[in-house]
Nanobody, 125 residues
């Protein structure tokens, strides 16, 4: 298990930017695949972005491609989500997740074994 704590959420106007951070504890962090998911009120949790343990491979949901960037610093046990050109439909609770770095099913919540408590992102129009 990896313990995860998100930070960096808040209220921002449409077109603005936010940077989310996810601090991890656990000596196996660097070998984990990391993902960001989000959940809006009344909706299911959905995939946002994923990064493999080496950082060489990243994947994004179509809805955020070109606007969001996921990155990781294994030395600092931290994963980031830079969010630019935010839209009101990006409003949600954002969750960081850690999973075993194998297979191609990076968008499925069931592939991740550890989750943070979430951080609220609100984008006003």
């Amino acid at each position: 298990q990896v313990q995860l704590v998100e930070s960096g959420g808040g209220l921002v106007q449409a077109g603005g930017s936010l940077r989310l951070s996810c601090a991890a504890s656990g000596r196996t962090f660097s070998r984990n695949r990391m993902g960001w998911f989000r959940q809006a009120p009344g909706k299911e949790r959905e995939f946002v972005a994923a990064i493999f343990w080496s950082g060489a491979s990243t994947y994004y949901a179509d809805s955020v491609k070109g606007r969001f960037t996921i990155s990781r610093d294994n030395a600092e046990n931290t994963v980031y989500l830079q969010m630019n050109s935010l839209k009101p439909e990006d409003t949600a609770v954002y969750y960081c997740a850690a999973g075993i770095d194998s297979g191609s099913d990076y968008a499925a919540t069931g592939r991740y074994h550890s989750w943070g408590q979430g951080t609220q992102v609100t984008v006003s129009s």
